[in-house]
């Protein structure tokens, strides 16, 4: 017998003062039935009420919902996929792209990920530095602060992924660091965090790390974050590019 993919929509306010159906549907599914008719009573009888497929605007009010309802063919790959059991590539864990969509507090990462969170993660894994490109040589750093506003006190720190996506790295993906150990002793709320440059590396530069580091060492000093904050060592030093450090993106 085939199989048939339903959504069932409901309705929402449109900005219009009106009504309209709401994306995405409520919920979405399959059934295996010999027919159409047989399908739509399969779906009713699993969610304890009458469905309409067709609902006239002017009925709109008397009905809530909304069935859509299609059998699904060989050839339809994408609807197909939908329920077949997938890896995401970032966590190894098994899941359902048709669960993802199902649940209303998790961000769908496309059709290769379990989240969003995961797709971003990987995108950045695979972004990482390598001096031999000249592509991710010169993508943009950014050196950022997060401060503790109980102790006063705070970290610097460099990164080239999305700034945020590092905090979020610092706050539950880190461990066994001496700041993530002052980390767990503080309430999210305690912490602030900002960015304090986006460095641009200029055309004349060779070591682009080096560079960085540079930048790095230089707001490290300006906030004493070594002495009176939570870094615990300054960023590697190559004597030859200090002088070209010093003379660049003074604050």
Not at 60 to 87: G, W
């Amino acid at each position: 017998m085939p199989d048939f993919y339903y959504q069932i929509k409901g309705r929402k306010a449109d900005s219009y003062g009106g009504s309209d159906w709401h994306w995405p549907p409520l919920v979405a599914g399959k059934v295996t039935a010999k027919d159409k008719k047989e399908a739509r009573t399969l779906i009713n009888d699993m969610h304890e009420r009458e469905f309409p497929l067709r609902v006239k605007r002017e009925d709109r009010d008397k009905n809530p919902f909304l069935l859509n309802l299609r059998e699904i063919m060989p050839d339809d790959k994408r609807t197909i996929e939908l329920f077949e059991e997938k890896t995401c590539p970032q966590c190894d864990s098994r899941f359902r792209l048709i669960d993802i969509y199902n649940d209303d507090h998790n961000h769908p990462g496309g059709r290769e990920f379990c989240s969003y969170l995961c797709k971003s993660a990987h995108a950045e894994r695979h972004r990482a530095f390598d001096p031999s490109s000249e592509e991710n040589a010169r993508h943009a750093a950014f050196i950022y602060r997060i401060y503790n506003i109980k102790e006063d006190k705070c970290y610097i720190g460099q990164t080239r992924q999305a700034f945020t996506l590092r905090w979020y790295q610092h706050f539950y993906q880190s461990s066994g660091t001496p700041f993530h150990e002052v980390i767990k002793r503080f309430e999210l709320t305690d912490w602030q965090f900002s960015l304090l440059e986006q460095v641009q590396i200029p055309d004349d530069v060779r070591d682009v790390k080096n560079f960085i580091d540079g930048r790095e060492r230089h707001w490290i000093g300006v906030f004493d974050s070594i002495n009176n904050g939570y870094n615990t060592m300054t960023v590697n030093t190559k004597e030859e590019s200090l002088s070209d450090i010093s003379v660049v993106n003074k604050v």
